[in-house]
């Protein structure tokens, strides 16, 4: 395959950097439907972190490919129904299989602190450098992930609502990452705090990833749907519909912790703001540089998620996108053209 040969060529000619994926430890933690702590684990994620200067950092975590069931089974949609006396949780249906490749979600929601440093303001209510920026628009968050894939020359973007959830769940198929039910020591939902909290102060799911329940919402790419009726299976953004009305996730500070389970779906005016509203971001070059390895060895790479795999991959990457920025190019352009100059 002369396609195959080319692309080898390319990434040879590139000069040699350091590995950048590090390795950070934590604890998991397990509640009963009395929120008693009924399980402590020890577990480790892999991440990378981009240095947006003025001592001012994001880590971004690796999350596995994989599999998970999105949305809620029927008849725990209904029990909800009835016990909340509301039809919106008819949204989470039908429940239904989607399959992922690798991809990196940013460790917390974005700070005021990246915040400013990207956008040069700092809209938010609740003031605190380590407090999550909100106020923010759907807009706003998208200009924010332009500008920082200008500023690192790496592709950063919303996440998509089923990547959104697949990271929230963490391969748990609860209520919450914790387990059927919160508490304050948990999670910062209604009445606990009545503000925003320093990002990082509760526990992290089984990926690594901190605040995921509560705090602000978090913006996703999609269109508002009022169910999973012809959802993708490929974790992709759902782009039709009404462009105007945008997905969110999460709960926030203040809201009950029903609509801070990981299968709560929430909508608003992609132009509204408020001290709620905050995002986080996705990396998709897990999957473009998994895309590089499938065409030069002709079959998919099973061991992406072994750590000295993840590494060199990682090293790859960041080798690729500096060629490339010099030539003004970008890594799927780079396949693309390969393919039409080819056509194999």
Avoid at 5 to 19: D, F
Avoid at 246 to 262: H, M, N, T
Avoid at 292 to 319: C, G, H, N, Y
Wanted: hydrophobic residues 30%; neutral net charge.
């Amino acid at each position: 395959m002369r396609l195959r040969k080319k692309l080898i060529k390319q990434k040879s000619s590139l000069a040699t950097t350091e590995k950048n994926l590090k390795l950070f430890n934590f604890e998991v933690l397990t509640v009963n439907e009395r929120a008693e702590e009924v399980k402590r684990e020890k577990a480790q994620a892999r991440y990378f972190t981009e240095d947006l200067g003025n001592d001012v950092i994001l880590d971004m975590i690796a999350i596995p490919g994989g599999k998970f069931l999105m949305g809620t089974e029927d008849e725990e949609i209904e029990k909800l129904c009835r016990q909340y006396s509301v039809e919106y949780f008819r949204a989470e249906k039908p429940q239904h299989e989607v399959t992922f490749q690798p991809f990196a979600l940013s460790k917390y929601p974005i700070t005021q602190a990246q915040y400013k440093q990207i956008m040069s303001n700092n809209p938010s209510r609740f003031q605190g450098k380590d407090r999550p920026v909100e106020k923010v628009s759907w807009d706003e968050a998208v200009e924010f992930c332009q500008r920082l894939s200008q500023n690192t020359r790496t592709e950063y973007r919303l996440p998509t609502e089923a990547e959104w959830e697949y990271a929230c769940r963490a391969g748990t198929t609860t209520a919450f990452h914790f387990g059927e039910t919160i508490t304050d020591k948990l999670v910062n939902f209604y009445r606990t705090v009545e503000q925003t909290t320093a990002v990082g102060k509760y526990p992290p799911n089984a990926f690594g990833l901190y605040d995921m329940h509560g705090n602000v919402w978090e913006w996703c790419q999609d269109n508002w749907h009022d169910n999973y009726k012809d959802a993708p299976n490929d974790g992709k953004a759902r782009v039709l519909g009404k462009n105007s009305i945008k997905v969110i996730r999460g709960g926030s500070w203040g809201r009950d912790p029903y609509a801070c389970r990981s299968a709560y779906r929430d909508k608003y005016r992609r132009d509204a703001r408020n001290d709620s509203f905050g995002f986080r971001v996705v990396c998709v070059v897990l999957r473009t540089t998994e895309e590089v390895i499938m065409v030069e060895q002709e079959k998919p790479v099973a061991r992406l998620l072994q750590p000295s795999t993840e590494e060199e991959i990682f090293a790859d990457m960041k080798q690729f996108r500096e060629s490339l920025s010099l030539k003004g190019g970008s890594l799927s352009q780079t396949i693309i053209n390969a393919r039409q100059e080819e056509r194999y």
